[in-house]
């Protein structure tokens, strides 16, 4: 979720806290009267978690709700999984060293057994890994000083609707600008390209077309003597963006990006902290274009929703001295016990096949809800990674027909679900994409009962609007 002024400033329809009569009120009102005002999630969502299993949290006030932010979309297994809390549980009973910096144990080298058997072909036989601290960002943050190091240049190219994390390497090469502009001038030397967004096209055309231009334009801009770019030291992408609005880039393009940067020996450095671990229909994103990146940047799922964090990359790369990414909690014994076991089990249960079929049910259902409800502009996404746009179908389109985003209606729509008992967080431009990261074993019925609260939720915020319209 990106921060827009909307949930700065929330009207009393909005806020949660204006009338807390459950159990878990006064834990609700010190944290926010202590926690910084950066705190996100807790804003929207106004309850505490005391039991989850699997798509299912419970609140102290006993409500239940379908999950389907999934730690942003960390939890592949959902909550509690069985095979997850043995890992732990067996790994506690050991007695191995919980903290290790980043010493040699049993633990982690089956966590690297079982992490390289799922890489690409072509990346697995020559990689090398590096664990980070553990964070997404800190990866992104070692992927870029990697890249650094390896070629001796500075600058970096990266992508509108990006999200790479908070911290000052990874927050250069996102591009969310409320969350820039406060800290711009200590951003790195980035140079932004357009990534396609067949909605709300960079160059206005939509399509296939839009995509095509992308990938000219990031061509002919390399390639200018006066366009400006010094040569970079990586390219990092998203294949499917997540906190930008599930928008998914085409095959065809991400293979595009992968020639004109190898043709240019620029590293490619594919971001698959929030894609990885089956989430989009394929174990590892890229494998649906079949390109193979430089460096991949992994984290969130990949330990079984402890903290782990790490990069893959070709070990030509493998030039940094002693020391050159340290950190002291790299070494996270049962979150490489929980990632090995959560590893496994996607891929011995086939569940990133599951993600495509389930999803691909779920986007057909919301493909309809589209047709029927002028307020949803677009749905789109890949596997279990969907959003679903919502705009102001009273405003003013676009070149390409798309109406002006509608941050407030998201806003009411997301409260709307929470009291329907489903937790769907919001992303993309605005913050006005309902974005749907649900387990990947999510059962059919669930999938069904997400999609029926959501349909409901639109249409109880719109529908006075609408009966206000025709009054
Ligand atoms: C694609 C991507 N990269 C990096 C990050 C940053 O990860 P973290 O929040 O663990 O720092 C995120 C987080 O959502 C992400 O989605």
Request: glycine share 12%.
């Amino acid at each position: 979720m990106t921060a827009h002024p909307a949930d700065l400033a929330p009207d009393s329809a909005l806020d949660p806290f204006a009338s807390p009569d459950d159990a878990g009120a006064a834990v609700l009102r010190r944290q926010r009267d202590r926690e910084s005002s950066a705190r996100t999630y807790a804003r929207s969502f106004p309850i505490v978690p005391v039991r989850a299993e699997g798509m299912v949290v419970e609140g102290a006030d006993g409500r239940r709700y379908l999950d389907c932010l999934s730690g942003a979309g960390t939890l592949a297994l959902g909550h509690n999984h069985p095979v997850v809390l043995e890992a732990i549980r067996r790994t506690l009973d050991s007695g191995a060293p919980l903290h290790v910096l980043d010493l040699a144990t049993p633990e982690k080298d089956a966590f690297v057994e079982e992490l390289f058997a799922t890489l690409p072909r072509g990346l697995a036989d020559r990689a090398r890994i590096h664990f980070c601290g553990p964070a997404g960002t800190d990866a992104v943050e070692a992927a870029l000083k990697l890249m650094q190091t390896a070629t001796g240049r500075r600058g970096l190219l990266a992508f509108t609707g990006g999200y790479h994390g908070m911290t000052l390497g990874a927050l250069a090469a996102t591009a969310n600008v409320a969350v820039k502009e406060p800290v711009a001038g200590i951003a790195a030397d980035v140079t932004r390209l357009p990534y396609p967004y067949p909605y709300r096209c960079p160059f206005g055309v939509g399509g296939q077309a839009g995509a095509r231009l992308s990938a000219a334009y990031t061509q002919r801009l390399l390639d200018d003597p006066a366009g400006g770019v010094v040569p970079p030291a990586a390219m990092i992408v998203e294949a499917v963006q997540g906190e930008g609005g599930a928008v998914p880039a085409p095959d065809s393009w991400l293979r595009e990006m992968r020639r004109i940067t190898a043709e240019r020996e620029i590293p490619l450095v594919v971001d698959e902290v929030q894609t990885g671990v089956g989430r989009t229909g394929a174990f590892w994103a890229v494998e649906h274009s079949g390109i193979v990146p430089d460096v991949m940047v992994l984290s969130k799922a990949i330990g079984g929703s402890l903290p782990l964090a790490v990069i893959v990359y070709h070990e030509d790369y493998d030039g940094w001295l002693p020391g050159a990414h340290t950190g002291t909690f790299r070494g996270n014994t049962l979150a490489m016990a929980a990632g090995t076991a959560t590893l496994r089990h996607v891929a011995r249960e086939g569940l990133a096949g599951r993600a495509a079929e389930v999803g691909g049910r779920m986007l057909d259902r919301l493909g309809a809800l589209r047709d029927e409800l002028p307020v949803v502009g677009d749905v789109r996404g890949r596997g279990l990674m969907l959003g679903v746009e919502l705009v102001d179908p009273g405003g003013e389109p676009d070149a390409c027909g798309a109406f002006p985003a509608a941050p407030r209606t998201a806003a009411e729509v997301r409260a709307a679900c929470l009291e329907r008992g489903l937790i769907v967080e919001l992303g993309g431009r605005y913050d006005s994409t309902v974005r749907l990261l649900p387990p990947l074993v999510i059962t059919d019925e669930q999938a069904e009962a997400v999609v029926d609260r959501l349909a409901d939720a639109v249409a109880a915020v719109t529908a006075p609007r609408l009966a206000g319209r025709l009054a």
